[in-house]
């Protein structure tokens, strides 16, 4: 089949331009570079592969031959931002109870106790009685040691007067160690007793030992 015109002015200007760089560009993205005698097609569609050199009489517009691969320039790493705060972890299990310690070293001795003791007291300051009636004195006795403490004597003795009649002394069961007691001691007050104020005391024996407390009597019709 014999050549167009066309095709042979096409031809005739490549061959007048073996000394120049020509590029061609085909529909299918392929290009045709020309320089010197050596004839090179390249494919833009096909970044991977690198340029292929032809010999005379090769078809531009064909497939092309794979060549050597171009080396890719690499990017150099980076850092990416920081990543949200992750979520508290679930709670862990309860670990097993460890063994009990040594016993510590025995502490010092403390300072010595105080001696208990034996009290004495009158419930009321002062008490009221009329005439020709009985006078009711309340004491209150406790046993604040650490022993017993055996029986007492309780004896009152009041100025003429009062005209006190009966006994005015009594006895108190004895008392164990931190026991106390409520007594009393009943006097019969006379009936040409002296009005007013008179002052009664009140003895209590216990041990060998002796106390004695007060206490206002207030003389009324």
Do not use: C, W
């Amino acid at each position: 089949m014999a050549a167009s015109p066309s095709q042979i002015a096409a031809a005739g200007a490549i061959r007048s331009a073996r000394r120049q760089l020509v590029r061609f560009t085909y529909a299918a993205g392929r290009t045709l570079i020309r320089a010197g005698t050596d004839t090179i097609k390249r494919d833009r569609l096909d970044r991977g592969h690198g340029d292929q050199r032809l010999a005379d009489g090769d078809r531009l517009d064909g497939p092309l031959r794979p060549g050597p691969a171009r080396p890719r320039r690499l990017q150099p790493p980076s850092t990416g931002a920081q990543g949200p705060t992750g979520g508290q972890g679930a709670t862990g299990a309860t670990g097993t109870q460890g063994s009990n310690g040594q016993n510590g070293a025995q502490g010092p001795r403390g300072p010595a106790g105080k001696d208990g003791s034996f009290s004495f007291l009158a419930k009321d300051a002062s008490v009221s009685v009329r005439r020709g009636r009985i006078l009711d004195l309340s004491f209150r006795i406790a046993n604040d040691t650490s022993a017993r403490v055996g029986r007492s004597t309780a004896t009152a003795s009041a100025p003429a007067a009062l005209r006190l009649r009966g006994p005015r002394s009594f006895e108190i069961d004895a008392l164990k160690a931190g026991e106390s007691r409520t007594v009393h001691l009943r006097l019969k007050v006379g009936a040409n007793a002296a009005l007013g104020r008179q002052a009664v005391k009140v003895e209590l024996e216990v041990g060998g030992r002796s106390a004695t407390r007060g206490v206002t009597v207030i003389v009324t019709r």
